[in-house]
């Protein structure tokens, strides 16, 4: 009879919690959700008030325009042009120096070092590098590039102060994230004849790749924001300076830095003006690259 009554009641759905461990679930969905709104509290107060206070700021000839000293009180008489340039510059060529490095490192350790000597320093040493305090990366260049090598200040050194501050974290994310691709995936290309250098460009990278596009934006979005290195090794200019191996420039965090601490009005309208800007150009960089690591997927599929 018991197990007619069940059959008649239909299947059971095994997969739904039920008693306490459902009740457990219940609590712990409402906990994620009340650390998520907690996190986003005061995230969503930095951006009103960043708004707020820099949005009457921007305009073309702020975009566009050459900066002028923090001292100069009007408000409409400068801009960030040359820092807007400079940042775009010195963060760009750090990206190039960082990122390629950073996931070919991993593909290393993950793919081809296993437990030697060399994967395991690789590991322990992007690990410490990402605990160093970025003002110390400032002054590993300033003491080999600036001073010691007599190659000056330029952008090309604070691109290098700011590549060894992304080269740790594009590891470690890259690295993680290629752990997650399922062994499954590597076995069936195995089975097919393909070689390992293929398996790894073919199948491996192409699953991992929006991990990797995050862990690469992360590295950016901390580099582009940075100001202790670049205090170091690009100095602080007011013109716009397009030679970005020769010569001191500026950048945005230098330019907030320099503007925030002056008493003048029009001083620290700029400096909220400019990280509005940087916060708007690190948000459009992870759009334009959210948009073409959906197409490149796509694509691939």
Do not use: H
């Not at 290629?178 to 290309?189: A, F, I, W």
């Amino acid at each position: 009879m018991t197990a007619a009554s069940d059959s008649l009641a239909g299947p059971v759905d095994l997969r739904e919690p039920s008693g306490w461990r459902r009740s457990k679930n219940q609590i712990m969905t409402v906990l994620m959700w009340l650390a998520f709104v907690i996190i986003l509290i005061p995230l969503a107060f930095v951006l009103v008030e960043l708004v707020a206070k820099g949005a009457s700021a921007i305009s073309w000839q702020f975009l566009t325009n050459n900066t002028i000293p923090p001292n100069v009180v009007p408000l409409g008489t400068g801009g960030m042009g040359a820092a807007v340039v400079g940042t775009l510059e010195i963060t760009g060529f750090a990206a190039v120096l960082a990122i390629p490095l950073g996931v070919l490192g991993a593909v290393y350790l993950n793919e081809y070092g296993g437990n030697g000597v060399l994967a395991r320093l690789i590991s322990f040493m992007s690990s410490v590098m990402t605990g160093v305090p970025s003002i110390v990366m400032g002054l590993f260049i300033y003491i080999v590039w600036v001073t010691e090598l007599g190659e000056g200040y330029s952008g090309m050194a604070g691109s290098f102060a700011l590549a060894c501050l992304m080269l740790p974290i594009v590891i470690r994310s890259s690295y993680e994230m290629l752990r997650l691709v399922p062994d499954s995936l590597r076995q069936g290309s195995y089975a097919l004849g393909a070689s390992k250098a293929r398996v790894t460009m073919t199948v491996v990278l192409p699953t991992a790749l929006s991990g990797i596009v995050s862990g690469a934006l992360l590295a950016v979005a901390r580099a582009a924001g940075e100001t202790a290195p670049l205090i170091f090794t690009i100095l602080i200019v007011e013109q716009t300076n397009p030679n970005l191996f020769s010569g001191p420039d500026t950048a945005l965090p230098l330019q907030i830095f320099s503007n925030a601490q002056s008493p003048y009005v029009g001083a620290e309208a700029r400096a909220w003006g400019a990280a509005l800007t940087l916060v708007a150009i690190v948000f459009i960089l992870m759009i334009v690259a959210r948009i073409v690591t959906a197409l490149f997927t796509r694509n691939s599929r």
